[in-house]
């Protein structure tokens, strides 16, 4: 068993991580992470036996963020809050006055109460049985009714994680934290986020007061809050000693804070804040500790309230007042939770002394109560009590108690406001109090008879703080809040109210720049506060409602940006480019028919603007319209001949129309136009990105300069590989320069049936734009299952699988055709019944699922290569198999699911699965199918792989085909992460046996039969 890691240690490995890698470089969307890595890397440190995956914080993974009808009536009435209490109902554990108490949040609501209008909502826990008490300050339930999603768009990436990884491994030796686990919160904390946005932005709070801020509910919280300029506060619920991980030793803050920290942590007394200030670097302009002592003590101690207690709960006081000595036990939520030396005190003590156990409100349930008395029990242990013990007030069972127990509990602190003395009994106690032991404030034991003699012998005579760790005084409660509410509010009024115009025109400048500034690098969480101050100076301010908009596009939180976008043009109506922009956003959030009518309201105030001509262009053609897209192009390029650009649309609209000719016809007319010869317009076209590269490559090979062309395609696919029109293009460039006429021979067109024989039409014009082999045989085989079922007649672009495979030599696109989605309600009828949406239309995506036993063959009929194929990578099938009965192929991708961050499993997943099976196999060999096979052969020489670049024939195109026929030539397969893989097992005629990798558990796992078939 490993030794248990101290928190010194603990802090100490957190620390050197700080500084030794730039831990702010770590961010997702613009969100600074470290300080949910740090929570993480804590809690696996102090249980390092355990999984980190077991420490994940659980995000509510709602699919909108949208308030329910309730919700909207209730906030909308409560416009004129000022504060905002959040209660977690694990903290409801007070009964006073017969009603559930959150003494951690309801103390405050009772000081502020006189101060302003105030708001309580907590988080209803349906996983609980009603409570039968009512709540001392009744909460407003939010998010009741969810609407759970299953599955999220991991839309952003953890920036610069690999790096992280491997510090971390080095630095503290965990090597269980992936970045999939990041994704899996924050994807729907975002979205709760927009929720509490809208809550907020509805009742515009000066403050929200909340504890435990890294709570997975508080969390989105603390992020809307920042959204919106709104103070939040992290009150604090306990002991925050100078080893805790998240409340100290922050030594790496960046100058303009984390968003995941809140603007004030409340701390009960002065050393919780100086702890706060350690290793701040004198950073504390964010995240400032503020005393501001304990209400809930305060409230016992100070002003000294006569409470109403019920019948049973005066019984027992004045039953514990009979007792000649009571010992409360402060019992924490932690697996050894009961040290056997302490029963053993218990045991032995004098029978007259009375034992009060108080489990921690996180145990105290019933199997808890039931298991310590049965564990009690076999030591002959009764002179306890549990139950009462652990839900009486804790305050009035501290005032007739004579000494307290605790391994660390923070009530040690609270046993000292009423004159009891504490002993400490756990070494990681004695860490974090070592210094009111060695003062004598607190005791230490770890034996029978130590604890025995201390509490025979304990008194209170040395238990007065020079400085209590706990205030109790209303005067220090008083200047916390002012300080919180007034001082920040006051200097920004001051400032508003006394700025001359001209100076409020200078600090405006200066701003806007500052913004330009972080915007050009790219910088827009930076961007976004400075942009909020503009408007905090000068709310009308329409650039900076604009720009503010231009970085919450760029940060892809198209919602908001619609909105500053919206916003700005209200204000100011009459600048196109805010409509450019305004357009964009809509385009981005897919509402492309706004995005139209944005972009020709634009056009209408600066019918010159080309940007707009060609973003309306880029939007038509997305919405399917394109031949109004066509016209758009036209239309541009016959006022600006020299915008190069637009050729990619021209490209890609002859690809989808199926007419020839009209990317060389208006590249003559601008060559003619501008009275240059085409080298000239070639270079020209800047070479700056993926589609510049992809328009010269194009216009190169066209205009019959292949090798030129093709060595451009390739530069721009190494710029975006995950790309499908460029894989489309060169690699259907490639087969047409070096093996069409052996393909088909003289019949090298397509196929053109009668259509009358068909009861309508189907085509998918953009097939062969998105995704790349494997998803394109996959959408094209799920169309021509559909257009098989409903028999109608299939049209298709000149694609890369009419090249390849016997069954997909099917006619041209003829006629564009109204488009419709294969979400649309329609289709998806239609795929059950025998109703097509439409006589002719166009499919978008999708089509038919095929995991049926007829759809198989289907495919494998469809999807079988060409003789010519067939004949050169057969041999090279043959000589692997040489002597060998099993073939056993894995499909390893790599290289942009590392790039973009997707779970990626190690060779020695693979290593460990083919040890297990590898001698149960009939004479076995091993294929890996890899985009960086070259990499990772050298992990698996112990089988003898064979590899693509064994095959002695090498393609003029890229090797994706040899990997894919050895797939649907194995045995034995195991699926990566992709529709090649997929596709290829399909059309496997050998029933193969699958097998994946289980990212949860990081391991080869096999299909069981039921989902073979279904996937197959």
């Not at 939040?232 to 998240?246: F, R």
């Not at 993926?690 to 062309?709: E, P, R």
């Not at 495919?859 to 060998?884: E, M, V, Y």
Request: one cysteine or more; aromatic letters at 14%; a positive charge.
């Amino acid at each position: 068993m490993k030794k248990k890691i101290s928190h010194k240690d603990i802090l100490g490995k957190i620390l050197k991580i700080e500084q030794s890698f730039d831990v702010n470089s770590l961010y997702y969307n613009d969100i600074y992470i470290w300080p949910i890595l740090r929570y993480l890397i804590s809690a696996k440190l102090n249980h390092f036996g355990t999984k980190i995956s077991s420490f994940l914080l659980k995000p509510l993974p709602i699919s909108r963020a949208l308030l329910t009808q309730e919700e909207k009536k209730y906030f909308s009435l409560k416009k004129q809050t000022d504060f905002v209490f959040v209660s977690r109902a694990v903290d409801n554990t007070d009964i006073f006055e017969n009603k559930r108490y959150n003494r951690h949040i309801d103390p405050y609501i009772e000081y502020l109460q006189n101060k302003g209008q105030y708001l309580k909502i907590e988080k209803l826990d349906v996983t609980k049985k009603k409570e039968n008490l009512p709540h001392f300050v009744q909460p407003f339930f939010i998010l009741k009714n969810l609407v759970i999603k299953e599955q999220f768009d991991y839309l952003y990436h953890v920036n610069n994680f690999q790096n992280f990884k491997e510090v971390l491994y080095k630095t503290t030796g965990i090597n269980d934290l992936e970045e999939f686990y990041i994704l899996k919160f924050f994807e729907p904390t975002l979205v709760v986020q927009e929720y509490f946005e809208r809550i907020f932005a509805l009742i515009n709070p000066k403050a929200v007061f909340l504890t435990c801020f890294y709570d997975s509910l508080n969390i989105p919280i603390i992020l809307a809050c920042k959204s919106l300029n709104i103070k939040v506060i992290d009150i604090q619920h306990g002991k925050q000693g100078k080893l805790h991980p998240l409340y100290t030793n922050w030594s790496r803050i960046p100058d303009e804070g984390y968003q995941l920290l809140p603007d004030y942590f409340w701390m009960w007394g002065e050393e919780s804040k100086q702890n706060a200030l350690i290793s701040r670097n004198d950073n504390i302009s964010n995240h400032i500790p503020v005393v501001g002592g304990n209400l809930w003590l305060s409230k016992w101690v100070i002003q000294n309230i006569p409470f109403a207690f019920s019948v049973q709960e005066s019984q027992f006081f004045q039953f514990l007042k009979k007792q000649q000595k009571v010992i409360i036990v402060s019992i924490q939520p932690i697996q050894n939770n009961f040290p056997k030396f302490l029963i053993q005190t218990i045991k032995y003590s004098p029978k007259n002394w009375l034992w009060l156990l108080r489990l921690h409100p996180r145990i105290n349930n019933k199997e808890e109560i039931a298991g310590l008395n049965i564990k009690l029990s076999k030591y002959d242990v009764y002179n306890v009590e549990i139950e009462q013990s652990s839900t009486f007030p804790l305050y009035e069972l501290l005032k007739h108690s004579h000494h307290h127990i605790t391994q660390w509990s923070s009530v040690c602190y609270e046993a000292l406001a009423f004159k009891v003395p504490t002993t400490i009994i756990d070494p990681i106690g004695f860490s974090i109090y070592d210094k009111c032991i060695k003062q004598g404030i607190f005791s230490y034991a770890t034996t029978k008879e130590e604890l025995l003699k201390i509490i025979f012998n304990s008194c209170s005579c040395n238990m007065k703080e020079k400085h209590p760790y706990i205030e109790t005084s209303q005067e220090i409660t008083n200047k916390a809040i002012e300080f919180i509410l007034n001082d920040k509010g006051k200097e920004k009024k001051v400032l508003k109210d006394n700025m001359s115009s001209i100076n409020k025109q200078e600090i405006l400048a200066k701003l806007i720049e500052e913004s330009f500034s972080y915007q050009q690098k790219h910088q827009h969480a930076k961007a976004i506060p400075v942009l909020k101050k503009m408007i905090e100076i000068e709310p009308d301010n329409s650039d900076a409602h604009h720009f503010l908009g231009v970085s919450y596009m760029e940060k892809k939180d198209y919602s908001k940006a619609i909105l500053e976008l919206e916003y700005a043009i209200k204000l100011s109506p009459k600048l196109d480019y805010y409509y450019c922009n305004l357009g964009l956003a809509y385009w981005k959030n897919k509402q492309l028919q706004k995005a139209i009518d944005c972009f020709k309201k634009g056009m209408e105030i600066n019918s010159n603007n080309k940007f707009m001509h060609f973003n309306l262009a880029q939007v038509l053609f997305d919405k399917d319209k394109i031949k109004e897209s066509l016209e758009e192009c036209y239309k541009l390029i016959d006022k600006y001949p020299n915008y190069s650009a637009i050729f990619f649309l021209f490209i890609l609209i002859e690809y989808r129309l199926c007419k020839k000719n009209i990317v060389l016809k208006e590249l003559n007319k601008v060559i003619k136009k501008r009275n240059i010869t085409i080298e000239q317009f070639l270079k020209e076209i800047p070479e700056n990105d993926d589609k510049q590269l992809f328009i010269k490559g194009v216009l190169y090979i066209l205009l019959k300069q292949y090798n030129l062309g093709v060595e451009y395609l390739k530069k721009a696919e190494k710029k975006l590989p995950e790309s499908g029109w460029i894989f489309t293009f060169k690699t259907i460039f490639q087969i047409k320069h070096h093996y069409a006429p052996m393909l088909h021979g003289k019949n090298n067109k397509e196929q053109r049936q009668d259509r009358s024989d068909y009861k309508g039409i189907i085509t998918m014009n953009e097939l062969g734009l998105s995704g790349r082999f494997g998803n394109q045989l996959l959408r094209y085989f799920e169309i021509k299952q559909y257009a098989k079922k409903h028999n109608l007649y299939l049209e298709v672009p000149d694609w890369i699988g009419r090249y390849f495979f016997e069954g997909c030599n099917d006619p041209l696109i003829s006629e564009e055709y109204e488009t419709i989605h294969y979400k649309d309600p329609m289709f998806i009828l239609s795929v059950k019944n025998n109703h097509p949406p439409a006589k002719k239309f166009n499919l978008e995506k999708g089509g038919f699922p095929h995991n049926t036993k007829e759809g198989r063959q289907f495919a494998q009929k469809t999807l079988k290569l060409l003789p010519f194929w067939r004949n050169k990578l057969d041999p090279f099938l043959s000589n692997i198999k040489k002597n060998k009965n099993t073939l056993v192929s894995i499909h390893y991708r790599r290289g942009d699911f590392i790039k973009e961050g997707y779970y990626v499993p190690s060779s020695s997943v693979f290593l460990e699965w083919l040890e297990s099976i590898w001698h149960n196999l009939d004479k076995p060999v091993l294929y890996i199918a890899s985009d960086e096979v070259e990499v990772v052969k050298a992990d698996f020489d112990k089988f003898k792989p064979f590899i693509c670049k064994d095959f002695k024939e090498t393609f003029y195109f890229d090797n994706f085909l040899t990997d894919f026929y050895i797939l649907s030539q194995s045995d034995i397969i195991v699926l990566g992460q992709s529709s090649f893989s997929r596709t290829a097992a399909m059309i496997n005629e050998r029933s193969p046996k699958l097998y994946w990798v289980n990212p949860h558990i990081k391991k080869v796992v096999c299909f069981d039969k039921f989902r073979q078939e279904q996937f197959l």
